[in-house]
């Protein structure tokens, strides 16, 4: 049997439910998703890329 997955939201995101939600999965990888589209599948990433997303947030890598 898989493993339910287990979805949330940032407390930032309000009442107006058009943010991502986010997963951890078994596997150290997590799992993103469109809240106004859940129905709609999900983009799966590996520990290793997260890791390399957030670190790429946090120091302003996609800054426009």
Same mark, same amino acid.
Request: glycine fraction near 10%; charge should be negative.
């Given at each position: 049997?898989? @493993? ?10 309000g009442? @107006?439910?058009?943010?991502v ?8 990888g997590?799992?993103v ?9 999900? +983009?799966?990433? @590996? ?5 390399? +997303?957030?670190?790429?947030?946090? @120091?302003d890598? +996609?800054?426009?």
């Amino acid at each position: 049997m898989d @493993t339910p997955i287990n979805w949330r939201k940032s407390s930032y995101s309000g009442s @107006t439910n058009d943010c991502v939600e986010i997963a951890d999965l078994a596997d150290g990888g997590r799992a993103v998703r469109d809240s106004k589209n859940p129905d709609d599948g999900f +983009f799966r990433f @590996t520990a290793g890329d997260w890791a390399a +997303f957030i670190q790429g947030v946090k @120091t302003d890598e +996609f800054d426009n």
